[in-house]
């Protein structure tokens, strides 16, 4: 599978931010679907995941309330709405798939992913 994420760019601060990840090259509806962040100097952390059938969501504690993880399994694509966007949120941010073998399942950490897209750029000014 391929991943091609797209939708960043520069924001202030309280502002808002799609990104979108066009899947190809496999059955994306089988795959549970995550997005990851990478600041400077900071390990990439987990920010969202989404199962299979999308009936499962799921968030790291400091986007709760402000990021949204949605999928169309009928585009291939899975999106991320950020809401109320904070300077923290800057980062590089990266869409990720991984093969379930079953719905429902969260997957938070980064070696559970087999599948990474290229990284878009979110940068939030104060």
């Known amino acids: 599978v391929q991943l091609q994420a797209s939708g960043g760019g520069l924001v202030q601060a309280g502002g808002s931010l799609r990104l979108s990840c066009a899947a190809s090259?496999?059955?994306?509806?089988?795959?549970?679907m995550g997005w990851f962040r990478q600041a400077p100097g900071k390990e990439r952390e987990f920010v969202a995941g989404i199962s299979r059938s999308g009936g499962t969501r799921y968030y790291v504690d400091s986007v709760k309330g402000r990021f949204t993880i949605s999928r169309d399994n009928a585009k291939n694509t899975v999106y991320l709405q950020m809401n109320s966007l904070e300077p923290e949120d800057t980062a590089v941010y990266y869409c990720?798939?991984?093969?379930?073998?079953?719905?429902?399942?969260?997957?938070?950490?980064?070696?559970?992913?087999?599948?990474w897209g290229q990284g878009t750029q979110v940068t939030v000014s104060s």
């Open positions: 990720a798939a991984s093969f379930a073998v079953r719905d429902g399942l969260e997957l938070k950490n980064s070696g559970q992913y087999d599948t």
């Open positions: 090259g496999r059955t994306f509806s089988r795959d549970t």
